[in-house]
Structure formats: C-alpha cells, structure tokens
C-alpha cells in the first residue's frame, strides 16, 4: 500500500504527515478495500478550477477532485487533487483549525474511493460520520 503527498503548484508545511498516512491506511483496512497506490497532489484553487473544467466540465471551485484509476474489483489506485487554498477557507468557514479541515478533506478523498457518495442527504450525513469517526479514532 502506497501513500504518496505530491505538490503541484502549492507548497505547504505540515509535519504530522505518517498521521495522515496511518489515517488513510486505517480507512482502507477498516472499510475492508484493498490499495495498492493514492497521489494527492495539494495544489490553489486555480489549478484545480482548472482540472474541474477540463476534466469534469464544472466551472466552480472545490476542494477536492478524486480521480479513481483502477477497475472496479481491483486493488484502488488512485490521484487525488486537493485546494490547499479551499482547505484555508474551510477551515475558517467551519471555525477549525487547518490540520482538521485537511484530515477531513483527506478522509473524505479516500471514502469516495470506498463507494462513499455524497450527493444525497442521506449519503451526506453517513459521509460526513465515518469522516469525523475515522479522524477522531486514527
């Protein structure tokens, strides 16, 4: 199981990082998927405006664009792109500190990968309790 932290066009310094490691490792063991391979590639809000325009043909910001390489049935490979910028304004959005917004943002980037959706209420709030059970418990 490979967890690469890459760094486009934003550089940021963050020392917890085997934390975030073990938390990921911890999701994919616990929701019984096997990985093989995770790239997050921390970039600004334009270099990923760009790939939602390219890519998804959305034209808003967000913080996170998973991109799922293997086939279902094999071992997850996977990119995963995230806003250090959106990541900052979350964190001041939701009154927290930015170690926390990017474990969330981290945790939820895996859980789409585990079949998580989050595009209905339901599938928001089951979402956004496995985030929050996975950050407080690894």
């Not at 943002?105 to 996975?134: N, Q, T």
């Amino acid at each position: 199981m490979i967890v690469r932290f890459n760094y486009a066009d934003r550089r940021f310094s963050y020392t917890p990082k085997l934390d975030l490691k073990r938390m990921i490792l911890n999701i994919f063991i616990s929701e019984q998927k096997t990985l093989r391979e995770i790239n997050y590639v921390f970039c600004s809000d334009e270099y990923l405006l760009h790939i939602n325009q390219t890519a998804l043909n959305h034209d808003y910001y967000t913080d996170i664009i998973t991109f799922p390489l293997s086939n279902k049935g094999e071992p997850i490979e996977a990119e995963i792109y995230i806003s250090i910028d959106r990541v900052k304004e979350n964190a001041k959005t939701n009154n927290t500190v930015f170690k926390n917004e990017l474990a969330r943002v981290i945790a939820h980037g895996s859980l789409h990968l585990c079949g998580y959706k989050d595009k209905k209420k339901r599938d928001i709030e089951l979402m956004r309790a496995k985030e929050s059970f996975y950050i407080e418990n690894f």
